[in-house]
Each structure stands twice: as C-alpha cells, then as structure tokens.
C-alpha cells in the first residue's frame, strides 16, 4: 500500500466503505469515521500517544472495525503551505503506519482546523475542560469533511 494524494485514493476506493481521519499531534491521535457512502463525518475517539506499535495496533483495530478502505491524515502546513518539523513528524507516522499494517493513505491540509472546532465549541458554549476532551477528535472529523467534499467535487 502506498502514501497516495486524495484522488488517487478515491480512484481505488470501493463504493461502499469508510474512511478514518486522524488529526495526530505529540500526546494524542484524534480519530473520526465517515459513514460508508462517504457523505459525513463524526468525531470518533481520541487516542493518547504511547509507543508507536500500541498505537498502530489500536489503529489497525478501529480500521477493521469500522471496514475502513483508508486513512485521510491531517498535514499540518505553515500558513504560506510550506512545510515544517509537524509536517515531518507526520508524514514519519505515516510511513510507519504503513509498515505495521496494509492500508490505504492519503494526507489533506488541515491548517486551522483545531481553531475552527475550537472556536465552534467555544460558540456552541462547551467549558474548556469539555472542549480539551473533544477538540482532537472533533478536528480529525473536520479535516475528513473536508477531504469528503473534495472527493465529492472531484471527477
């Protein structure tokens, strides 16, 4: 299996399965799932990091769960779309991923997305204390909606 970019992934996907989102950070791994048809998103789980393989094996658990076809990764790019040491970190847990297990990967720019599910709870209400318990799993459904809507638009 192979890092691939979002249309390449939907080219192989089956028609009926769903994707995971991650939105990985230095402590947690928020996770969300989209429904098979692929039109929505919901906020999953948020994982705390420990040592790689018992991540990946959690991974892998949730993935043959949910009958996942693939992985959408949240790619945190500095605002002028470079890349910096997040990216790296990221893009490594990738390529470790695919070496634990056979899946399907692709990144989606996920710049702001934990300021804007931040300041969505903050709207709605939530207590810091209840947004610090949603916030990464929350972001990881933000950045797959984006991902689903561009492979809704995409030819």
């Given at each position: 299996m192979a890092i691939r970019n979002l249309k390449d992934l939907k080219a192989i996907l089956p028609p009926q399965a769903s994707l995971l989102g991650l939105d990985v950070g230095a402590k947690t791994i928020g996770v969300a799932v989209s429904d098979p048809e692929r039109r929505f998103a919901r906020p999953l789980l948020t994982i705390k990091r420990s040592r790689f393989a018992a991540d990946a094996q959690r991974l892998?658990?949730?993935?043959?769960?949910?009958?996942?076809?693939?992985?959408?990764i949240g790619l945190p790019l500095n605002m002028d779309g470079s890349e910096g040491p997040r990216c790296q970190s990221v893009r490594q847990f990738a390529a470790n991923l695919l070496a634990a297990f056979a899946c399907e990967l692709?990144?989606?720019?996920?710049?702001l997305s934990t300021a804007a599910v931040t300041r969505r709870m903050i709207e709605g209400g939530l207590s810091r204390k209840k947004r610090r318990a949603l916030v990464d799993k929350a972001a990881a459904a933000y950045i797959l909606e984006g991902a689903?809507?561009?492979?809704a638009r995409a030819p």
């Open positions: 892998r658990a949730i993935y043959e769960e949910e009958k996942a076809a693939g992985f959408v692709a990144f989606w720019d996920e710049r689903l809507d561009f492979l």
